[in-house]
């Protein structure tokens, strides 16, 4: 137990826990101190003294250990000859802080006058200009004057890029050392350090290619100068000059807290367009960060590719026509077709795009499909992590078991989270079939061949040393994920993965659980409103009247592209004309998430909105304004006029969102660390979380019901056979999905379609790293550069998903 | 009665033979003060780069919102001001401009000055939107137009330097 401690500051007492540094106490008691090196989510080091304050501790008498009073009876004060620095001292009973003192004003002054030496004064020129600490606490702590001579300033390099993402000016850099330290310590990739010493100190990359992570961007909002830059917002706006719109990513399952700033923009011929993305706080999901891909790739939503007017098949041609013709002859078709119509939508959509789409399926008795590669969601609706849970409440006593995936390349944030709570002492286990880059963090790493994935799990129920850290613990959750897996083999997982939570007793209640790493951000959210894969797509869509939502099947699969062929109808509702859509007959143009209103459910089952940002593109329509057009005209009532009307009428008929509502999502509390507020200097620039955190779905174990959990079935995967290569499927971070490839600085990330062998394989097939391939399985045919990889088992070949190869689970492949 | 009547054509017969103070307006032009606050003129350096860097603080201290700045960076193979950013759109609504001058105050390069032009008129209000090419000032001969091609690392700075301060 924490041991409170009374202290006052400039005359404000306060309680705080005894392992408060000083400077968090002022905060906390809405005093203000300076800081330029210190961050609350770092390590103090003390390095800028810009928080330079006069501590004083009462004097103690040291044979009774009593303080000793002076004259009144006041305990005696004890002051250093000099001003402490107070990021480094902690707060101890009776202390008293004075920061507004002559010698504590004087010291701090000094400092900015010291820093601005050699800082160039091109603030104006500065992206950081505007929201700049620096600026900030010069203007308002700085001398006004400097004394020292323009011409000894320091000139060094203005532009140095540490990687296609970040730039580098080295002048303007106090050496602060938070990118570095932000790297080591929260990150724990030390690809940032300081070189050379004194006044030469600067900051370098040390990594190949440079700045190789990918939380690269978190370091330009902690950079309490311009010396740290995006190359995507280089020049792009003046802080000032930026609207915001709170949002949700949509990258991933994670659903971090964004905000997208925009602005009017003269190449897009004066449309308000997004500008960049910031994290918003949410101490629950992203804390402050969120990783590259949320920050960059969202460049696809004012792509010239975007469909902007519905398109109808006429004589073998697309041509455009107007809403109300397209609509009518969809729901005439729709209506026709009755239970054999298909919907077919993925997680890209919103809970209220898909809730209709629902209701529009079962008003008809037709299916609601979802489209996926990974399975198991209904098991996470019932069994998810319960309501309150955090990753950042997780450490000493807990456990983490993560399988199947690659948390790095495809939940960043949640690998950040899962690597702090390591740090903090939570037993991490990672299963997988390679190496991944959470292995170094992890207590226990298994490596078990393609196949095993369903024993590896049962034998942690067992009563092996990992079994028992996993048992015994206080909390645990399990991640899993569908890396080397498809459909079947990830369904089989989260079987087993559920019935290994059941057995020890980790369901229903916080911190404990499974999440699914799904490759969608709001896949839970389509499992919760009642949307199931289908093992063998292929095989039903043949005669059947498909509607097609944000999902591009045709070039996922030439299997599924030639039986749309067959299908009777098909109407596809998209961002771009997709292979799909090629084949459509009826093609509706949909809005971004960026443009429109909804909410998305992310992997941890926590609802959360997000607001539009920029106007909607030509005639496109949010999609569940699509879909109720349609319906209407089939007499099934649904809401589209707006999304809250969607979202009421889901939340009265859907189980587990009973009670909510948009006004409950935008409920916020105190968070901490204070972030985002006028003092930039503390937090960095992400922004205060004003517009919700969002509400965490109660499931069925969380309420103490029984929950129905298959047995597993106990026949393994497919596994490599002798002189056969099986190709399993990875998830890249960066590929070349439709929300990533529009982002065009990203192709060097994104690069060329890749196969990794073992060396041995390599050896058997004559091929060396580097070279291009011809790779063949089932009716799919494409080349890949081989890459070496040691850790894998020489039978299997990994192939990464969306980058041109249609692999969608473990197949044998041919390679020359 | 006539001596009144007498005063008052004397003077009119005066002003008869002075010259008159009309001004033949617009073949002649009435002469502006030094401080006069006209249409607004980005200027040059001397080599004729830009002095516009395209900072958006014009923009910012605008109490009318009639200016508009983007700004894009500058190469050596294509360099439009000193340093590394230029600004790629200029707009000033004219419409909007009150001719108060602030512009001129906030920019930190002396680029916007508000000249003695006054002769603004439009027939629509797309046209009372100045864009950047009929904001530049002129240059005497062609090849000192922007973008220049320049050797590297010749302008790196944005901002003139500053004298060193006097004690």
Redesign the interface.
Same mark, same amino acid.
């Given at each position: 137990m924490t041991k409170q401690v009374t202290l006052t500051i400039d005359g404000i007492q306060i309680d705080v826990p005894d392992e408060t540094l000083v400077v968090d106490a002022a905060k906390k008691a809405g005093i203000d101190i300076p800081v330029f090196c210190y961050h609350p989510k770092m390590e103090p080091v003390g390095m800028c003294r810009m928080c330079l304050v006069e501590i004083g501790r009462p004097m103690i008498n040291r044979s009774t250990g009593q303080p000793v009073l002076n004259e009144d009876g006041q305990p005696t004060m004890q002051f250093m000859p000099k001003p402490e620095t107070a990021c480094t001292n902690l707060v101890s009973e009776g202390m008293v802080v004075l920061t507004q003192s002559e010698s504590a004003k004087e010291a701090q002054k000094d400092i900015i006058e010291f820093l601005l030496t050699s800082h160039p004064l091109d603030c104006p020129i500065c992206d950081k200009g505007g929201e700049c600490p620096l600026q900030n606490l010069t203007m308002e702590h700085g001398p006004g004057k400097s004394r020292f001579l323009f011409d000894g300033k320091f000139k060094m390099e203005k532009q140095i890029r540490l990687g296609e993402l970040i730039v580098l000016d080295r002048e303007r850099c106090i050496i602060c050392a938070r990118c570095v330290r932000f790297q080591e310590e929260v990150a724990g990739q030390a690809v940032l350090a300081i070189d050379d010493r004194g006044r030469g100190s600067e900051i370098i990359s040390v990594s190949e290619p440079g700045f190789d992570s990918v939380f690269s961007g978190n370091t330009t909002d902690i950079c309490p100068v311009g010396a740290l830059t995006t190359t995507d917002f280089r020049f792009g706006a003046r802080p000032w000059e930026l609207l915001s719109a709170a949002s949700i990513c949509g990258q991933c399952p994670v659903g971090c807290n964004i905000t997208f700033n925009t602005r009017r923009e003269a190449k897009s011929a004066g449309k308000v367009v997004i500008k960049r993305v910031m994290p918003r706080q949410n101490e629950q999901v992203n804390e402050t960060w969120i990783c590259d891909k949320g920050r960059f790739a969202y460049h696809y939503a004012k792509s010239k590719e975007r469909l902007s007017k519905p398109l109808l098949r006429k004589d073998d041609k697309l041509k455009t026509t107007s809403w109300s013709s397209a609509t009518k002859l969809v729901a005439e078709k729709l209506g026709e077709a009755g239970k054999d119509t298909i919907v077919l939508a993925s997680g890209r959509l919103s809970n209220e795009d898909l809730f209709n789409l629902k209701s529009l399926a079962d008003g008809l008795g037709g299916k609601a499909v979802l489209y996926t590669e990974m399975g198991g969601g209904d098991l996470v609706t019932q069994i998810g992590v319960g309501q309150g849970t955090n990753f950042s409440d997780m450490g000493q006593g807990d456990a983490i078991f993560v399988i199947a995936s690659d948390l790095y390349e495809e939940a960043p944030i949640w690998w950040l989270r899962v690597k702090q709570a390591a740090d903090r002492g939570a037993k991490l286990i990672v299963a997988n079939s390679r190496e991944t880059k959470l292995d170094k963090f992890a207590n226990f790493v298994v490596r078990y061949s393609n196949g095993d994935e369903v024993k590896t799990v049962q034998d942690l129920g067992g009563t092996g040393k990992i079994a028992q850290a996993f048992s015994k613990a206080d909390n645990a959750i399990v991640l899993f994920g569908s890396d080397g897996l498809g459909l079947e083999g990830s369904t089989h997982l989260a079987t087993a993965c559920a019935n290994l939570l059941e057995e020890t007793g980790h369901i229903g209640k916080a911190n404990n659980g499974l999440i699914g790493v799904w490759p969608k951000a709001n896949d839970q959210g389509a499992w919760e409103l009642g949307f199931h894969p289908e093992p063998d797509l292929a095989a039903i869509l043949k005669g059947k009247a498909v509607y097609i939502v944000g999902a591009d099947p045709a070039n996922d699969n030439p299997a599924l592209a030639k039986a749309l062929k067959k299908a009777k109808f098909v109407v596809v509702q998209d961002l771009f004309r997709t292979a799909t859509a090629e084949l459509a007959d009826v093609i509706l143009p949909a809005q971004t998430y960026t443009e429109r209103d909804g909410t998305f459910t992310s992997g941890e089952r926590r609802a959360q909105r997000f607001y539009a940002a920029v106007p909607g593109l030509g005639e496109s329509k949010p999609d569940y304004a699509i879909t109720s057009e349609i319906a209407e005209k089939l007499n099934i009532q649904l809401e589209g006029t707006s999304s809250v009307l969607v979202f009421e009428k889901l939340a009265a008929s859907v189980k587990d969102f009973a009670g909510l509502s948009y006004a409950k999502l935008a409920e916020v509390t105190e968070q901490w660390p204070i972030v985002g507020r006028g003092d930039l200097y503390y937090g960095g620039s992400t922004y205060e979380n004003t517009q919700g955190l969002g509400v965490q779905l109660v499931s069925a174990s969380d309420r103490g019901e029984t929950v129905s959990i298959p047995k597993v079935r106990n026949d393994a995967g497919l596994r490599p056979k002798k002189d056969e290569l099986l190709a399993v499927p990875i998830t890249k971070l960066y590929d070349r999905g439709t929300t990533v490839a529009p982002t065009e600085f990203l192709t060097e990330r994104i690069g060329d379609v890749t196969i990794a062998l073992h060396p041995e394989a390599a050896k058997k097939l004559g091929v060396e790293a580097g070279k291009r391939v011809k790779i063949s399985f089932e009716d799919v045919e494409g080349e890949a550069v081989v890459k070496i990889d040691e850790t894998i088992s020489a039978g299997v070949a990994l192939v990464p998903r969306s980058m041109g190869l249609a692999i969608r689970e473990p197949v044998v492949i041919k390679v020359q | 009665m006539l001596k009144e009547l007498g005063r008052g054509l004397i003077t009119t017969f005066k002003m008869l033979l002075e010259s008159p103070v009309t001004i033949q307006y617009p073949e002649e032009k009435r002469p502006v003060r030094p401080r006069f606050r006209g249409r607004h003129v980005l200027k040059r350096y001397d080599n004729g780069l830009e002095k516009c &860097? !395209?900072? @958006?603080?014009c923009? /910012?201290a605008c109490p009318a919102d009639a200016i508009?700045v983007? @700004? /894009? #960076?500058n190469t050596d193979e294509e360099r439009y001001a000193p !340093? #590394? $950013?230029y600004a @790629? %759109?200029y707009e000033i609504n004219m419409l909007r401009c009150i001719f108060c001058g602030f512009c001129e105050d906030a920019c930190? %390069?002396e680029a916007i000055v508000l000249g003695a032009n006054y002769e603004l008129t439009f027939t629509n209000r797309r046209d009372a939107i100045y864009t950047k090419d009929s904001l530049l000032e002129a240059v005497p001969s062609p090849e000192l137009l922007t973008p220049q091609k320049v050797e590297p690392g010749e302008y %790196? $700075?944005? &901002?003139p330097?500053?004298?060193?301060?006097k004690?």
């Open positions: - | &860097i !395209g900072c @958006s603080l923009a /910012a508009f983007e @700004s /894009a #960076e !340093g #590394e $950013r @790629s %759109t930190p %390069t %790196t $700075r944005s &901002i330097e500053m004298e060193d301060p004690l």
